[in-house]
């Protein structure tokens, strides 16, 4: 993805009206660039043709959004997952698309599902979504076997051996296993599991600050983190209880501000260079280098086409109790966000932007600043609305 290196602030500051046609724009703009999207028949021709996987779609898309996705909107998304099935046939449909694609579609329509879906919109959701599973190798996620994810969960492991060593131990101690929480963070990207503006802060980091995909990892890290104190407080059942109801946030507090402060100190939060260049060398469909005393917890994520599916003990959020033990607005009442630390997390975006573009090597500081500038320009201009 094109770093955005400066200007988010102007461009994505709430998720509401006109900053939800920015968002539109700055996320199309450096998922697609000048993409010409060509011939208007390919998508349609795609949408229309029946896929294997139109059952498991089916299945799927009354749990995407229910709240917010009307028939149209389902059907909208239905085709788009369809089309997607086929031009990734090696990858087909596998549950957690239908939330990814459903974001992107309520980007797309300026966070409005009220809104008709339009054809032009499908097409755009299309593209972004295969530029995110072919260019950010978001199919890994998803492919039989699941690579890329066995690849995430065993540097998370690390990550947290090296982070929060208190907070694996207790987990350890309480059986607390990849499957109550991690699996459908990460086959989600948080959207089934986090307040709705919590979830967009997020993912304009990982669009816009450079690092794509691998941005998930300092997030979780940077969000456990902050509710570590909470969850070393609790037992196996009630962090279970806790993860199944953090999305009814949303009602207590303010998740997007939470949101930016948990960026803020993602900064903090490095990535060793091996752990690195492993998560980006080519992945095969068998990882037994990866694998060693962490083995246990992270093969459980699949083993057979019924594991290509999110854990259903996650399924029903909202049939959930409210009031149950561990309010996500309480878990974040003993560091409350101040300005000093919001304008952090907007120079946190911008430093992620520069380090990635330092981290090519081959583009000097000035020289990222002048391309972060142009594409700021020509998302101000209006182009793609």
């Known amino acids: 993805l094109r770093p955005l290196a400066h200007g988010l602030p102007d461009y994505l500051e709430g998720c509401e009206g006109a900053s939800a046609r920015r968002r539109r724009r700055v996320w199309r703009r450096l998922c697609l660039g000048a993409m010409d999207l060509g011939d208007r028949e390919y998508y349609r021709a795609l949408a229309a043709k029946p896929s294997p996987a139109d059952a498991e779609i089916r299945r799927d898309i009354g749990r995407t959004f229910p709240e917010k996705l009307d028939e149209e909107a ?5 085709r788009v997952l369809r089309a997607v099935s086929h031009r990734l046939e090696d990858v087909g449909y596998c549950q957690g698309m239908n939330f990814v694609t459903g974001l992107l579609l309520f980007v797309a329509q300026n966070g409005d599902f009220r809104q008709r879906p339009r054809f032009e919109k499908e097409e755009e959701v299309f593209w972004m979504l295969v530029c995110l599973m072919v260019d950010e190798r978001l199919s890994g996620f998803y492919l039989r076997q699941f690579p890329l994810l066995r690849r995430y969960l065993w540097a998370f492991d690390h990550l947290l051996a090296s982070y929060l060593p208190d907070l694996q131990a207790h987990f350890l101690e309480e059986g607390v296993q ?52 909470v969850l070393l407080s609790m ?11 953090i999305k009814k946030g949303e009602r207590h ?16 939060i490095r990535i060793p260079p091996d752990l690195e260049q492993h998560l980006r060398e080519p992945f095969s469909l068998t990882e037994e280098d990866l694998f060693d005393e962490g083995a246990a917890a992270t093969s459980s994520a699949a083993s057979s086409d019924e594991d290509r599916c999110v854990d259903s003990g996650h399924r029903d959020l909202d049939s959930q109790e409210e009031g149950q033990t561990g309010s ?10 101040t300005s000093e630390s919001l304008g952090s997390y907007f120079q946190s975006i911008r ?16 020289k990222a600043e002048t391309m972060a500038s142009a594409v700021n320009s020509q998302i101000g201009e209006g182009e793609g609305v």
């Open 74 to 78: 389902q059907e909208a998304l239905f």
């Open 178 to 229: 990849h499957g109550v929480y991690l699996h459908q963070w990460f086959l989600t990207l948080f959207i089934n599991c986090l307040p709705l503006p919590m979830v967009l802060v997020f993912w304009d980091t990982m669009i816009c600050g450079g690092r794509g995909l691998e941005a998930i990892l300092p997030m979780t890290l940077s969000l456990l983190q902050a509710l570590q104190n």
């Open 235 to 245: 037992s196996f059942e009630d962090i279970v209880r806790f993860f199944k109801t």
């Open 253 to 268: 507090s303010d998740p997007a501000i939470i949101g930016k402060y948990v960026i803020a100190k993602c900064g903090a």
């Open 328 to 337: 996500f607005g309480a878990a974040f009442t003993e560091w409350p966000p």
């Open 351 to 366: 430093q992620i932007g520069r380090d990635f573009l330092g981290w090519q090597g081959n583009v000097p500081s000035a």
